[in-house]
C-alpha cells in the first residue's frame, strides 16, 4: 500500500466517526434512530438515495461490464435509473403519508394484523440478507485487492465500522455517511470522465470510433448481445431492475425520513439527477478502461471487471487518483452497508419485538435498546455469513434481492395503496408467492446450478433457463395477491376509505 | 397494537373524522381521476419505452445501423432512456404542484369538519 491511499483511506474513516459522534448527540429518540427523526431535507435525503442506492456494484461492477461487454453492460445503468420513474409515480408519496419507520407499517396502515407484519419483516430480512452478504464479500475481495488486505481482515474492518456507525448514530450518522459518500463518488466519476474525455479531445464520436478496436470483440463491441443472448433472459433481467428498486426495504425507508410527501417527491427528483448522472458517466469509465487500460489487463486483475474503474485512475492520474478512488470504493462499500443494517434491524427491532411480540406496548427504553441490539445483532450474523462465503460467486445476489424486492413486495405496496378489494388473506399469499417463487426459482437457476465447475454453487444442468427469475415470480406475485383476496370474503371498504385519503392527501390526525 | 390504537385513537378523539364521507367527496373523487389520468397513461409510456429496448436488441438488429459516425441508434435510443426519465420527472414535479394544492383544500375540508366540495 502506498503512503497516500493509507492516509486517504484513515480519513475517510475519522470523518465517519466525527460524523457518527455528531449524530449519536443528536440521537434521542426510536424516531430519530430508525428515521433521523424525519428531518433531513429533500435535497439532503435525495443525495443520500444516490449514497444508500449506488454500490460497489454499481461503481465497479458496471464500469467494469461495460469495458468488457460494451453495451450489454450499459444495461445495468438503464433499468437502475428508470426504476425511479415507478418510485416517483407510483410509491414514494403514499408510501411516505401512510407508513412510520418500515415498510410493514406502511402495509398494516390497512391491515393490522400481525402475519401481514410477520410476512413483510421475513421479506425484509431475506432481501438484506442476501443485498448484505453481497455487498460484504465484494468489499472483502475489492479491499484485498485494492489495500492488499486478507479478505477476513476486510470484512471485519468494514464491519465494524458499519456496525459503530448505526449503533451509536443511527439513521442520523447513516444519511450523512450516505450524502459524504455521494459527494465524493460523483466528484471521483466527473474527474476521470473529464479525463477520459480530455484523452478524446472531448469528440464523443472519435471516442466510440477507438473503442471499435479497442478490445477483443472488435465492431461486435458496440453491439448489444455479447453478454446477454437469450431473449426472455434479458427481459426478465430488466423487469427486476426496474420494478426491484420500488421494494427494496433500505432505499423506502429512507422515504421515512423527511417530513411530508412533498420533500419525499422533491428526494425522488434530486436522487434521479445525480443517479442518472453517475450512470451516463459509467459509460466515459467503461470505454475508458477499454480504450486506455486494455481488455487483458482488466481481466487479468479481476475476471469479473471490478477493477476497470481503479485501473483507470491510475492510468489517467497515477498514484493520487488511484488512492483517492480506492478511498470513494471504500466509503461506498461503507454507506450501502451501513443503510442495509439499519433496514434490517428495523425489521427485526420495530416489526417482529416491537409491534409483534411486545403487541406495539414496549417502552420507548424497550424500543431503543431493541433498536440497537438487533442492528448488532444484524451487524454480527452479516459479517460471519460473509466470513464464510468468501469462496462464493455471490455476485447473482444483488439481482436475487432486486428480484424478491419486485416479486414481493412491490405487489403488496401497490395493492395496498390503490385496490379496494385487497384484503389481508391476498397481502400474505402475495409476498409469499413473490418471495418464495424467487427463491425457489433461483435455487434452480444457472446462477446455483451450471455444468462448468466453479461457475456456480453446484455442479449440474440447471433445471430453469434464466439467472434471474423476474418474468415468472413477478407475476406470480401480482396473481397471488389478486387470488389470496378474491379467495377470502374478508373486505373493509372503511379502512381502504381512510388509507386512501390519506395516502393521497397527506391527512393526519392531530393529537 | 400501536396503530391499531392510533386508529381507534383517531375515532374517538372527540371529532371522529369520516374518512368514508371525505373518501366519497367530489373532491377527492376529482384527485384521483386527475391523478390516475396523468400518471396511468405516463406509466404504460415510460415502461413501453423501457421494454422496448431489450425487446429490439434480443428480437431485432435494425438498432445497430449508425446514426452519427460509429454510434449507432442503439445507443441514441439508451441515452434518450436518460433523457426520457429527467423530462417525465420534469413535467410530474410541475402537474403534482396541482395535485397539492387539491390535496390541501381536501385536508382543510375535513379539519373544518364540514362537506368536502
Known amino acids: 500500500m502506498s503512503p497516500i491511499v493509507i492516509i486517504l483511506f484513515i ?183 473529464f479525463l477520459v474525455l480530455l484523452k478524446f479531445d472531448f469528440n464523443i464520436a472519435q471516442m466510440f470510433h477507438d473503442v471499435k478496436s479497442a478490445t477483443v470483440h472488435g465492431a461486435d463491441y458496440l453491439k448489444p448481445g455479447l453478454q446477454y443472448t437469450q431473449p426472455l433472459g434479458t427481459l426478465s433481467l430488466m423487469l427486476a431492475l426496474v420494478l426491484g428498486t420500488a421494494g427494496l426495504p433500505h432505499i423506502l425507508m429512507r422515504f421515512f425520513t423527511v417530513k411530508d410527501a412533498k420533500t419525499a417527491r422533491s428526494s425522488v427528483i434530486t436522487a434521479t439527477w445525480v443517479i442518472g448522472v453517475f450512470y451516463v458517466l459509467t459509460l466515459f469509465l467503461g470505454f475508458g478502461a477499454a480504450a486506455f487500460v486494455g481488455y487483458d489487463s482488466i481481466i487479468a486483475a479481476n475476471s469479473g471487471g471490478n477493477m476497470a474503474a481503479p485501473l483507470l485512475a491510475q492510468v489517467l ?16 462499500i461503507l454507506a450501502v452497508v451501513a443503510g442495509l443494517v439499519l433496514s434490517g434491524a428495523s425489521a427485526f427491532a420495530h416489526d417482529l419485538y416491537g409491534e409483534i411480540i411486545k403487541k406495539g406496548k414496549a417502552t420507548e427504553k424497550e424500543q431503543m435498546y431493541a433498536a440497537r441490539y438487533a442492528s448488532l445483532g444484524v451487524s454480527v450474523l452479516a459479517i460471519v455469513l460473509a466470513l464464510f462465503a468468501q469462496y462464493l460467486n455471490v455476485a447473482f445476489l444483488v439481482s436475487l434481492a432486486f428480484c424478491i424486492a419486485a416479486s414481493a413486495n412491490l405487489p403488496v405496496i401497490l395493492y395496498t395503496i390503490y385496490w379496494k378489494r385487497f384484503n389481508t388473506a391476498g397481502a400474505v399469499t402475495a409476498m409469499l408467492t413473490g418471495l418464495f417463487s424467487a427463491l425457489i426459482l433461483v435455487s434452480i437457476s444457472p446462477s446455483v446450478f451450471s455444468p462448468i465447475e466453479g461457475a456456480a454453487l453446484f455442479v449440474g444442468e440447471p433445471i430453469f433457463p434464466f439467472s434471474n427469475p423476474a418474468i415468472i415470480s413477478v407475476p406470480l406475485g401480482f396473481l397471488g395477491g389478486y387470488f389470496g383476496t378474491i379467495l377470502s370474503k374478508e373486505t373493509d371498504i372503511k379502512r381502504f376509505a381512510e388509507v386512501s385519503v390519506k395516502a393521497h392527501t397527506g391527512f393526519k390526525e392531530e393529537a | 397494537m400501536a396503530v391499531k390504537q392510533e386508529y381507534n385513537k383517531a375515532r374517538n378523539n372527540g371529532k371522529a373524522v369520516n374518512f368514508e364521507k371525505a373518501a366519497n367527496s367530489n373532491a377527492f373523487k376529482k384527485l384521483l381521476e386527475d391523478r390516475k389520468k396523468f400518471i396511468l397513461p405516463l406509466t404504460i409510456f415510460f415502461l413501453i419505452f423501457y421494454f422496448l429496448l431489450p425487446i429490439l436488441t434480443s428480437y431485432t438488429t435494425f438498432l445497430n445501423t449508425p446514426a452519427i459516425g460509429d454510434i449507432s441508434w442503439v445507443w441514441i435510443f439508451a441515452i434518450s432512456q436518460f433523457l426520457m426519465t429527467w423530462i417525465l420527472c420534469t413535467i410530474y414535479v410541475k402537474k403534482a404542484n396541482t395535485f397539492d394544492e387539491q390535496a390541501e383544500h381536501i385536508v382543510e375540508e375535513i379539519r373544518k369538519g364540514g362537506d368536502i366540495k
Open chain 1, 317 to 332: 492520474g497515477g498514484d493520487i487518483l488511484f488512492a483517492f478512488i480506492s478511498a470513494v470504493a471504500f466509503a461506498t
Open chain 1, 11 to 193: 480519513a475517510i474513516v475519522i470523518l465517519t466517526l466525527v460524523i457518527t459522534y455528531f449524530a449519536a448527540k443528536r440521537t434521542q429518540t426510536t424516531g430519530d434512530f430508525y428515521t433521523a427523526g424525519g428531518g433531513l431535507t429533500g435535497v439532503q435525503n435525495g443525495v443520500a438515495i444516490a449514497g444508500d442506492y449506488l454500490s460497489a456494484a454499481s461503481f465497479l461492477g458496471i464500469a467494469g461490464a461495460i469495458a468488457l461487454f460494451g453495451f450489454d453492460g450499459f444495461f445495468y445503468s438503464i433499468g437502475f435509473l428508470i426504476a425511479y420513474l415507478v418510485v416517483l409515480f407510483l410509491v414514494a408519496e403514499p408510501l411516505r403519508n401512510l407508513g412510520k419507520y418500515t415498510l410493514a407499517d406502511m402495509i398494516n396502515s390497512r391491515f393490522d394484523a400481525k402475519k401481514v407484519r410477520g410476512a413483510a419483516a421475513l421479506s425484509t430480512i431475506t432481501i438484506v440478507t442476501f443485498y448484505m452478504i453481497a455487498q460484504l464479500v465484494g468489499a472483502g475481495a475489492l479491499i484485498q485487492l485494492l489495500f492488499g488486505l486478507d479478505y477476513w481482515l476486510a470484512v471485519l474492518i468494514v464491519g465494524v465500522m458499519m456496525t459503530i456507525y448505526v449503533l451509536f448514530g443511527g439513521m442520523i450518522a447513516t444519511s450523512w455517511v450516505q450524502i459524504v459518500k455521494a459527494v465524493l463518488l460523483m466528484v471521483g466519476m466527473i474527474i476521470m470522465s
